[in-house]
């Protein structure tokens, strides 16, 4: 399975992103499809609440393992923070570090891709 879909710059987009995960992941056993939609969820979050632009969202899935991709128009460079626990946020790169087979991000001309993968063998053991 593969799928893309553009989000504008907008708060509902978030839903929108985890909704469009939700449903395309409709075959994944619920918990580990649970997973994936939190860490879209803070994938398009940063989208939004980072860049001025719009979002683009990639799924691929195949036999092994879940790829999710995040491409906006933004030029920041994505930082893992270490938030006190009473922040009211910057958890998200966290939770995709915890949950994530492997992570990443690069520059791109159209701006900067986010990236994870999952892999089912180890997420459906866990």
């Known amino acids: 399975m593969n799928a893309t879909r553009t989000f504008p710059h907008r708060p509902e987009s978030i839903t929108r992103a985890r909704r469009f995960v939700n449903d395309a992941l409709e075959d994944v056993p619920p918990k580990l499809r649970d997973i994936v ?3 879209v969820s803070e994938l398009a979050t940063n989208c939004i609440r980072h860049t001025k632009s719009g979002f683009e969202l990639t799924l691929r899935q195949t036999g ?3 790829f999710v991709e995040a491409v906006d128009r933004g030029d920041g460079h994505p930082t893992m923070r270490t938030p006190a626990p009473t922040d009211p946020s910057g958890r998200g790169l966290q ?17 900067k891709a986010v990236w994870f993968s999952l892999s089912l063998e180890t997420a459906t053991a866990a």
């Open 95 to 111: 939770i995709i570090d915890i949950f994530s087979t492997t992570w990443g991000h690069e520059n791109r001309p159209e701006g």
């Open 37 to 39: 939609v939190l860490m």
């Open 64 to 66: 092994e393992e879940i």
